[in-house]
T-cell receptor, first 118, second 112 residues
């Protein structure tokens, strides 16, 4: 697609429920990222996918968080047994997976999924 | 590990005022440096970048110079507009990693 699409844009859930957030990256981008943006906390890295390589999960805050990327394209971030502290905006980004002519790896972000856990 | 430190906001300015948002970084190698901007209700988008020391990135009237000696990449604009109101993120990406490190973001509010 023309840009990175995320859904839902807003999700309100009750504590203890599971949620799934979806990301559709730019066509042809092999790298996909999930970040969490909390008020006053900036961007927190969660997970990184690159092609068929094993994902870098080093940023996932607990085992309640998981993500998968099917067919090297769409990704789903799943949060099990949600807690109030999970409330945040979850941002997905993609990149070509290689450095551009300038030598920089530039990310393109989606508009985010705002999660509110009551 | 790598880190990025930005000045805390919000920064509140009148239209046509000068802007500086400070950004300093810690990295083990020679990173690429970025400024991303997030307008209300939107995702982050690249504003400008620099990939080596003394490079100056520029876009939409904004500039930032990669200063290796002071490990800084301050964002500047000579005359801000109301439409520049947004959150600005400084970021770095080390040569051996494809995972950028972001600062906390600085909110800019420009009044008419």
């Amino acid at each position: 697609g023309a840009g990175v699409s995320q859904s839902p844009s807003n999700k309100v859930t009750e504590k203890g429920k599971d949620v799934e957030l979806r990301c559709d990256p730019i066509s042809g981008h092999t790298a996909l990222y999930w970040y969490r943006q909390s008020l006053g906390q900036g961007l927190e890295f969660l997970i990184y996918f690159q092609g068929n390589s094993a994902p870098d999960k080093s940023g996932l805050p607990s085992d309640r968080f998981s993500a998968e990327r099917t067919g090297g394209s769409v990704s789903t971030l799943t949060i099990q047994r949600t807690q109030q502290e999970d409330s945040a905006v979850y941002l997905c980004a993609s990149s070509p997976g290689r450095r551009g002519p300038s030598g920089a790896n530039v990310l393109t972000f989606g508009a985010g999924s705002r999660l509110t856990v009551l | 590990g790598d880190s990025v430190t930005q000045m805390e906001g919000p920064v509140t300015l009148s239209e046509e005022a000068c802007l500086t948002i400070n950004c300093t970084y810690t990295a083990t190698g020679y990173p690429s440096l970025f400024w991303y901007v997030q307008y209300p209700g939107e995702g982050l988008q690249l504003l400008l970048k620099a990939t080596k020391a003394d490079d100056k990135g520029s876009n939409k009237g904004f500039e930032a110079t990669y200063r290796k000696e002071t490990t800084s990449f301050h964002l500047e604009k000579g005359s801000v507009q109301v439409s520049d109101s947004a959150v600005y993120f400084c970021a770095l990406s080390e040569g051996g990693s494809y995972i950028p490190t972001f600062g906390r973001g600085t909110s800019l509010i420009v009044h008419p």
